[in-house]
Structure formats: C-alpha cells, structure tokens
C-alpha cells in the first residue's frame, strides 16, 4: 500500500484483481463513482472486471 485506504482485492487463489482507491472522492459523499464497490459486486457475480486498478486517493504512508 502506498496511500491509505489502498484497497486490494485478491482471490483464495492469491491473484490479485483490483488495487486502488474505494472512491472517487476523498469525501464519499461527493464520490461520484465507488470503485471497491462496483468491483467487488461484479467480482461476486462472476463478471469481468473492467478496471483492475484505480487512483488512490488519501494519506501517504511514509516508509523508513
């Protein structure tokens, strides 16, 4: 993870499908699209995921 929230979603398999943001928005309520969200329901569904990373939006998180 390099910002946080940083959200990844991984199958039991280990591969992982999607990394980046949950929202277009730091502030949800102005998101205008909800990417973790989308992704984990197309993910249960069984459906192709378009995009398997997005913008990472929030804090950095510093390393040493």
Known sequence: AFRTPHAFL???EGKVVYQ?????SADPKRADSFY?????????AGEEIESS?????????ARQ
Do not use: A, E, N
């Not at 973790?36 to 249960?44: E, I, M, Q």
């Open 10 to 12: 991984i199958t039991p």
């Open 20 to 24: 980046g943001g949950v929202t277009s």
């Open 36 to 44: 973790l969200k989308v992704t984990l329901k197309k993910f249960l």
């Open 53 to 61: 990373r997005t913008r990472i939006l929030g804090c950095q998180i």
